[in-house]
């Protein structure tokens, strides 16, 4: 007489398999694909305000530096390809309903708007190489010369900034088979999270090419894209862009949180697990106290110069931007219906 | 309400490590406000330049320990489920001994020196990664330390249960003690040449600053301490005795030995399990994955009230006490063992094996013997059955001392045709006791 | 608005700050049941580090088989003392203390400082091992609760800082 036990419930690892197939590759592809289109909207921005380059800044490296990281990100997320060399297939079609298509393309198409935006801002001289930059300095006046080129170059910016940021959370999002990612709010959390990411390299960028006459903390500022954004004044400063990123980031999280909350079974555990579960010593400490709360109180004492300038804010920003996507990536696939 | 939240299941694991944090920012932020961030101003303190040391620390104690004392004499928190780390005094002397050399030495504690290298200060990283060292390094050592640190313990013991002297009335000493001090290191430090600012001085100030008004308050709550009894809750919980005696009756609360060996062996086992004998009794053995507690330390030693826990003794005499202690303690999912160790021993660890007389009291036989054997035992069989020869794979060492425990390597494995229960594995490692909450320091 | 306009300002009056320390203090006793500490964070370190390198052994052995089996970031010391680190971060920087040095006295030289600072702690690490805690988990909390043990430590960690302080002096002052 033999006895066979078969599990028929859910803890049949075959029925319900806890997903574990994201790891660290797909949070850093994330954050950097927000971090390079929230830099793209600055820059796109930018673009609209003032096509010129402005004495002694160091934005234009901007564009160039977000050619840089959306390569490593595109890196991160081939090393997590289970077949690497399928990856030119997704190229052969275009797919209307799939999101990994969707992004595939828009990650082609944001690669020569930057390029273009970096074109507008070439820089005064450089180490080495000065012939070449003067041929680049010739395109750059040929474009210039062209108000509706640089108008698009502009909108090409920013659309192509906006529509990276929406689907680095839509990608989770369109995933309904996990009840956390099941979320329209993920599209915009993740696009205004990049928003503060990159204002705060930008920021950092700003910080360290300043040389020390710059001694203000105003001038630090405006030696960035701020310059440009604002231009008339010298109270305004990225600071303040990166503060009402954060607070709308603040908001968003809290609206991502009600909306779940307020739903299915499924959902309410799934925000539970960020709220008071496996995930919560992380979400809140790392995402929510060190990456938002802790930068919002210490820039805003700089921002009203109580305080002295310096480099922690904008690294805090950068950290809770990586762990937010680390957290909603691998809470995400603990979180199941 | 009833605090520690925690004990009390207000909330769990996970939510307590976003507690950690916050208490954790709290407590940073106010060290740094004191200069804790800062070797110079921490090692001047035994320079006699700058007592901010003592004054921070033990302003911080006395506005604690004064806290807790009327907290719990409210009524409000259970002071007897807040966690002692157990009393060992010679390695308590010993280690503060170095501790107060090291802190000179390398300018920090561990806590202040996570402080300073917050705000930038290499000597403090420095110090951090030679703690993580030396933490590296005590560990290799431990083996030759292990016996005299743990030597002569007392468990937990405080200061008024030890000496006899009512809580209350030591806490007012305390205040006294530590003002008298405070006073004293102001002189020490006029004396020394530092410099004590006016308005933060307890010392040749005749006015009434706002630190005078605080220690004035801690004063006063510390005098009426001193008259208002003891802070421990009396038996505070409403009890029907009924509904005792119904769980008595039914046995709704017993938990058979078999039940369990088959939960342990199943891994279905939720109960935490306390072993209420000796430590002798405890160490020669033990059901796996038991903590050995002693009647005095069990109220602290339980996690939270709401965790069930199943209870043994030797003959469960003992554990019918704690039963009732426990349920009077406001804890309601207190289980016992039926029969104690002693039924353990006779029904897990060496039970008689039925005769076997047909196919069902045979397979029934190897799943006794089976599972004695997970567990390290070995079953006895009955002298007509092991005459006839009928139970084959029995070593001669088991039929020969049947109540004696043996290894599971001397008893030969049952037939491979038996399937259930599942084939015995090495007896399981008590892993509660590596699962078991750390709260030291 | 230049740099220099912001000096770093005075610390707290200490007995205040004392207060805050308490009041967080007690916060640890009213919500966890159990006191602040810091020096098991860094045994968990250690631990983890030991079975990371050599998983087998670590499962073996006496001390580290504590820390075999668990994640050093799910532990509640490893989250208060990642709280003290961000306090101390916020604090020190509103105030304008944050500044990348090393502190010592005008006869001792940087080098010295690091390794004493080094020996120090490695010196606190068997201190704080052996007693059972260090300055918080034993001095405070346990100062707090009326511990025994507690009042003992703090008689001699007093006693050697003073005693020791002497043959150290040209590092502090």
Known sequence: MTVLELTSNRHNPGIDPLLNAWGWEIAVYLFLGGLVAGSLILGGYRVLKSPRRQAGESYPWGPLLGVLLLSLGMGALFLDLGHKLS?????????PTSPMSWGAWILLLVYPAMLAAALLYPPERVPFGNAPLARVRAWSEWVHARPRLVQGIGIANLAGGAALGLYTGVLLGTLGARPLWNSAIL???FLISGMSTAAAVLHLLSMVGANA??????????????RLLNKDTGKSSMVRYDQSFMTIELALIGLWMIGLLTSTTAHRAAAALLLSGAWAPQFWSLVVLTGLVAPLVLQHFEFIGRIRHTVIPPLLVLFGGFFLRFIVVGAGQGSHW | MNAPFFKYGLFGDDTSLVVAFAIGIAFGFFLERGGFGSGRKLAAQF????????????????TAMVGVYWLSRVGFLDLSLVYLVPTRPLANMVGGLLLGIGFVIGGYCPGTSVVAAATGRIDAMVYLMGMVSGMGAVGFAWPSLEGWVNANALGPATLPGLSGIPYGVIVALVVVMAIVAFVAAEWGEVKSGGRALAEQSLFGVHKLTRTWGLFLGLLGLAFVAALAGSPYRGPRVTLDGNALGRTAATGADHVSPATLADRLIAGTNEYRLIDLRSPEAYLKDHI???????????????????EPVLLYSEDGERAAQAWLYLKARGFPRVSTLAGGYAGWREQVLSPTLPEPKDEVARLEAERERAIAAHFGGAARIPLAAAALGLTPGVSPAAQVAPTQVASPRQIATPPPQVVTPPAPVAPAAPSASGAKKKEGC | MSNNTHAPQPYWNPYLAGFGVGLALLA?????????GASSAFAAFAGAGVSAVAPEFAKHHAYFADYATGNPFKEWLVFEVMGVFLGGLVSGLLANRTRLTIEHGPRWTNAKRLVFAFGGGAIMAFGAKIAGGCTSGQGLTGGALLNAGSWLFMGTMFAGAYGIAYFVRKQWT
């Open chain 1, 187 to 189: 599209g915009p959390l």
């Open chain 1, 213 to 226: 006459k710059q001694d203000s903390f105003g001038d630090l500022l405006l030696s960035g894209l701020v």
């Open chain 2, 47 to 62: 320079y006699f330049k700058d007592m901010a040391v003592l004054k921070v620390m033990f302003t911080g104690i006395i």
């Open chain 3, 28 to 36: 640890a006793f009213v919500f966890m049941g159990r006191g602040l």
């Open chain 2, 288 to 306: 796996p994955g038991a903590e050995n507690v002693s009647m005095t330390a069990l109220p602290a030693a339980l996690w939270t009230p709401t």
């Open chain 1, 87 to 95: 990856v030119g297939r997704l190229y052969l079609t275009f797919q």
